[in-house]
């Protein structure tokens, strides 16, 4: 009895076409085996892969093995071009094929390599299905070549924050914002894995794969297909340029993942978060490596904070063991009072321009996107003056007594990292380092 080996093939393009569907194929192929007394000794199916092409086709080299295996004595498939639509491609297989005997036969259009008259005409049909395949993909380039020229969208996916507007990527307004935040909220933790946490709920992509996929894709400042300005951008460079510095520094250096004060630290020169980062340094010939919290904005390739000093994690725990204390139960100074007054004029101020942007936008002064980018920064601002008044309006000494007479410097020392994690944050809101090195405590 022959053996035969089914082989099978459709390409993207062509899997909606219910008669070259992969069913259609395999069903006409194996019904040709049973009428012709054939046994089946292989089915092969290459499943959304172009015929013009031999890397991706994994089953065509199976079935190239069993050949060679001397397992097969027939190959039948539906139509020459699932076969092959490369003619060097065919002639360099056909050259295996004949080499261990082994014929082929296409079923619905009786092409077969069984004689020499076969084979000729097999050659001629492949010589013009290649010609064709060249002739389409020229048009498609062409056609490519004017999207570009134009502007509009190619084909891929479309990254959150756009939308397809007159067959261009333009901001979706709705959207737009929060991408925006997404690359605001990695500058400010340092961390892919926090970035999707604090964002979800906006409908995002909801790995880090996806997130960094996102925060690494340039369309966002408006480059694609390697042409600047080809769409409108929702990044600006200088903000997407210190995302990528950063995402290079965190590859570059080995990651601690149980920061133990990650998310409480911040600089007091621009009262931004600070990030946790790792930092060698070699000890009696031997590397030691040793946590410490840094103001990435200094590392931004144009810093924007003159920050440069970093505070190391062990030193910082032994500091507040030592004065949690005093620093839990000290007066509120006479000159933190002044600053207090301060912020609340900076505030009160603010919330003046806030309320004359809204009747510029009402009289038609400004467009809406000035009026957004306007609103968004003096929201950014009143932010930033809240939290700092924080540090300055004393705290709920009850919610650290216990703690503090608990003798913390005897026991702990011999917490794990976990929970002293959990220990701090149940006390503490934030923690100010600067370069002038001075160290101050919002408790909760």
């Known amino acids: 009895m022959i053996r035969v080996g089914i082989y099978c093939r459709v390409s993207t393009d062509q899997q909606a076409n219910e008669g070259d569907s992969i069913q259609a194929q395999l069903s006409a192929l194996e019904k040709y085996a049973h009428d012709h007394n054939y046994e089946i000794a292989g089915t092969f199916i290459d499943d959304g892969v172009s015929g013009t092409l031999l890397d991706g086709r994994d089953e065509l080299q199976r079935l190239l093995e069993e050949v060679k295996k001397r397992n097969i004595d027939l190959i039948i498939f539906t139509k020459l071009d699932r076969y092959f639509r490369n003619l060097k491609h065919y002639l360099n297989t056909q050259e295996v094929l004949d080499e261990f005997n082994v014929p082929w036969i296409a079923i619905w259009e009786h092409y077969e390599t069984r004689s020499p008259q076969g084979r000729l005409m097999v050659s001629q049909m492949l010589a013009f299905a290649q010609f064709e395949a060249e002739q389409t993909g020229q048009r498609i380039n062409q056609v490519f070549a004017y999207k570009k020229s134009q502007h509009e969208v190619l084909s891929g996916k479309i990254p959150y924050g756009f939308m397809i507007r007159d067959k261009h990527l333009v901001p979706d307004p709705e959207k737009a914002d929060i991408a925006r935040q997404v690359f605001q909220t990695y500058i400010e933790t340092g961390s892919i ?10 409908g995002l992509p909801k790995t880090q794969r996806a997130i960094k996929w996102m925060l690494t894709n340039r369309k966002y400042i408006g480059e694609a297909y390697g042409i600047d300005g080809y769409l409108e951008p929702i990044i600006d460079r200088q903000t997407f340029d210190t995302v990528q510095h950063m995402l290079k520094m965190n590859v570059k250096r080995t990651q601690v993942r149980n920061y133990i004060f990650g998310g409480m630290v911040w600089c007091s020169d621009c009262g931004r978060k600070m990030t946790g980062t790792s930092d060698v340094i070699k000890y009696k010939g031997k590397n030691e490596r040793y946590k ?14 003159d920050n440069t000093k970093g505070i190391n994690e062990k030193k910082l725990e032994k500091y507040l063991v030592a004065n949690l204390k005093n620093l839990a139960f000290a ?10 007054k301060s912020y609340e004029k900076q505030i009160a101020a603010t919330e003046k321009k ?12 400004i467009n809406l996107d000035e009026y957004k980018r306007d609103m968004a920064s003096y929201k950014a601002d009143i932010e930033g003056f809240k939290e700092r008044l924080k540090e300055y309006e004393g705290v709920d000494k009850t919610a650290l007594k216990k703690l503090v007479g608990s003798r913390l410097d005897e026991w702990y020392w011999t917490l794990n990292e976990s929970e002293k994690r959990e220990l701090w944050a149940s006390v503490i809101d934030k923690i100010y380092y600067g370069s002038d090195k001075n160290i101050s405590v919002i408790f909760r």
């Open 354 to 365: 806030m309320s004359r942007l809204k009747e510029l936008y009402v009289n038609e002064l």
């Open 331 to 340: 007066d509120v100074k006479a000159e933190d009072k002044k600053k207090v």
């Open 292 to 305: 410490v919290y840094r103001c990435m904005y200094h590392y931004r390739p144009i810093p924007t904070c």
């Open 193 to 202: 894995c926090e970035t999707l946490k604090l964002m979800q709920g906006h």
